[in-house]
């Protein structure tokens, strides 16, 4: 079988997020070997350290590529932003890897993945640029009103992309999305993503919804938009999911988090060389006691729920 190629991002702070994604990753596919690459603007020697000494536990080889941030001087971060310029790595891709390097799996940093990805890995996309997966919000009309797309075509997100290297160098997509960038700086609300679905609207192959399965999924209040047909693969596999994606900027490595899958997080933490990381505190011993009635009062149904699965 071939090596599996996976490129993901981070910084120090992620780094032990990084490396959970990966823990996970390693867990459930034993049969394979992989080859990784994390683009990085800079870490620190621990945390190189402890991400390549992982891949030791497996047949993996992790490589740390150093990116240069001025190649990203035209590439817009606002205050208030949960992503960092990192987010804008992978469309360097074909600059940044080696040319040998054909097809590579993306994968964001706030995933853990919870089965075999070798389905996923060879799936087909030799005409085309990527394999992505619909965003949670592709009903929002708001989202194609901004960025002047044809709803016809679905807003997909960038969090899971199976790249087609080859394709991408052939057709400069690179060059395509940096101009994108350059000419379209004010409309971008959603970085690196909205830009993919500008450039690649017509160059993209849409996976089944189980390889990158979005926190909005499980939100209660999100599916009377959804068409029939879409609400039921969203159900059909909201308890088994390949990758589950901790979308948006409430994470499960914070005190707060109520996700469903959060536990699945912590396992895999456990199993990581980040076992002994602690939660973050991002809420206030009064906001705890808050959150924490209000589980409470949506498990006896006090409350309507909040998630589809508990």
Sequence with gaps: MSTIRILCSTDDHYAPFAGVMLTSLFENNRGDSFEVFVLTRGLNTESSRTLQSLGGKYPATINILPVDLAQFSNCPIRPGDHITMEAYFRLMATQLLPERIDRILYLDVDIVIDGSIRDLWEWDIDNYAIGAVVDESFCNQEVYARLRLDPVVPYFNSGVLLMNLNYWREHHVMERC????????????????????????????????????????????????????????????????????????????????????????????????????????????????????GRLARRIGLKPKKYVIL
């Design 178 to 293: 940096m101009k994108c960038i350059g000419d379209n700086p004010d409309i971008l609300t959603f970085h690196d993503q909205d830009t993919l679905n500008i450039v690649l609207k017509d160059e993209t192959v849409y996976l089944p919804i189980r390889y990158n399965y979005q926190t909005g999924y499980y939100l209660s209040w999100i599916y009377p938009g959804y068409p029939a047909e879409f609400k039921h693969q969203v159900l059909d596999n909201a308890r088994c999911p390949v990758v589950i994606h901790f979308s948006g900027p409430m994470k499960p490595w914070t005190t707060s988090s109520d996700h469903p899958f959060r536990r699945r997080y912590l396992h895999y933490q456990n199993l990581s060389p980040w076992k002994d990381y602690p939660l973050i505190k991002d809420a206030s011993s009064i906001m705890m006691v808050r959150l924490a009635l």
